[in-house]
């Protein structure tokens, strides 16, 4: 539906979450061609990659608009460098603006950058506390890795029971290794209990 100011009654731009709609439709299409192999990522028809940059250039409005959607998935394209030059630095400056507004998949992006130090200096301490305001919010995969992280111990001190904790929420949500782990864990702790009769 088209918006029209109120004064002067002309037309008014798309807003941000406008912007990112029409890219997620055009990137549809063209992933849907992909998928069925009438393209590929790397050798797009011309009206496919100019759907594509038209995608690409409404996720970058409305990215810069403020949209913590656009700007996680934009910085999801620099990673993988799907229709623009990948850039690691570039990944991780949108998906920190999205993160720090509260998107969760952009925090456990965000933490996933801190871990493995892809775009920013690593730090498995910063990481944890995004994994964790992601896990807050119920995001299945920062669930599983902030249990991951407890377990190991590494970049928070260790405590098998909050490892046991976030593994448990991520494997009752269907995680199939969180729910693989579980089961060890169970049958390793059942295992000490029958060796201690």
């Not at 959607?69 to 630095?89: I, M, T």
């Not at 896990?135 to 590494?154: R, W």
């Not at 046991?164 to 290794?177: D, P, R, S, V």
Request: glycine share 10%; net charge negative; with cysteine.
């Amino acid at each position: 539906m088209d918006q029209a100011c109120p004064l002067c009654r002309k037309s008014l731009p798309p807003g941000p979450f406008n912007l990112f709609e029409d890219a997620v439709r055009r990137y549809t299409i063209v992933q849907q061609m992909v998928e069925r192999g009438h393209a590929s990522w790397s050798d797009l028809s011309t009206s496919a990659q100019r759907e594509l940059d038209l995608a690409i250039a409404g996720w970058r409005a409305a990215a810069e608009g403020g949209l913590p959607p656009a700007q996680c998935f934009l910085g999801q394209l620099y990673q993988s460098g799907q229709g623009v030059v990948q850039s690691d630095v570039e990944a991780a400056r949108w998906i920190k603006k999205s993160a720090e507004q509260g998107y969760a998949e952009a925090q456990y992006d965000l933490g996933k950058i801190l871990e493995f130090g892809c775009g920013m200096e690593k730090n498995v301490t910063d990481a944890a506390q995004w994994y964790l305001k992601a896990a807050e919010q119920g995001f299945l995969e920062a669930q599983y890795q902030l249990g991951a992280i407890f377990e190991s111990g590494c970049g928070v001190e260790k405590n098998d029971d909050e490892a046991a904790h976030w593994t448990k929420i991520a494997a009752g949500k269907g995680h199939a290794t969180a729910q693989y782990n579980t089961i060890l864990d169970f049958y390793s702790q059942a295992a000490a209990a029958w060796c201690r009769i």
